[in-house]
């Protein structure tokens, strides 16, 4: 893999940087992401709706009307889903919504849309973010410097940089431990501190 520029904030290029093709040069599998995508968003689901039945209602258990000679229908109690404050027929339940994947797949779904991205012109190496000063106003810059809309920024854990993102919609932060296939397909660009690149490249390189 060629060497890639790296810039400051301020978009002055500051040096290069060599990536690993293990992590950055890897085969395209787009045929991948719907399925880890889809695995992590059910991942998300709480799974803990539901509604009482029949039995678990509260109500008397006294038939409501005698069986014959009325001409109305035939009913055992007020608990039927026909009444009012009746058991639901057919409702949710309790259930989970989890569906494995295996890490392999995973791991060549993230590597994939890394690859990619860098292939796409889309990738960014930022030399660091080294203000300690919480200001949104200096992201925003940031954004207008590099002419971006859309951007998932990646860091070692930055406190400030974090607080500075949170109320933008145009971008995200994540530490690189958080790194995930769903926001690195979701934002148009994504951008890596020098820091960020040596610490994804040693966990996912085999």
């Known amino acids: 893999m060629p060497n890639v520029e790296v810039y400051d904030v301020s978009r002055r290029k500051v040096g290069e940087i060599a990536l690993s093709d293990e992590v950055f040069a890897a085969e395209s599998r787009p045929h991948l992401y719907h399925e880890v995508v889809r695995a992590q968003l059910l991942s998300k689901r709480q799974g803990t709706v539901k509604t009482k039945k029949r039995d678990e209602v509260s109500g008397s258990t006294r038939k409501v009307i005698k069986q014959k000679g009325s001409g109305r229908s035939r009913h055992g109690d007020n608990r039927a ?3 009012r404050r009746g058991g639901v027929v057919f409702g949710p339940m309790p259930r ?7 890490k392999k797949v995973k791991r060549a779904a993230l590597l994939s849309a890394l690859s990619d991205r860098l292939r796409e012109g889309h990738l960014l190496v930022l030399d660091g973010w080294t203000s300690e000063e919480i200001k949104t106003k200096k992201v925003v810059e940031f954004l207008g410097r590099f002419e971006l809309t859309s951007v998932l920024m990646i860091d070692e854990t930055n406190r400030s940089l974090s607080l500075s993102c949170r109320n933008l919609a145009a971008i995200k932060y994540l530490s690189w431990k958080g790194l995930n296939l769903f926001d690195v397909l979701k934002y148009d660009h994504v951008i890596l501190t020098r820091g960020a ?5 040693g966990a996912m390189k085999p």
């Open 81 to 83: 889903p026909i009444y």
């Open 96 to 102: 989970d919504w989890d569906v494995k994947v295996p």
């Open 197 to 201: 690149v040596e610490a994804i490249e």
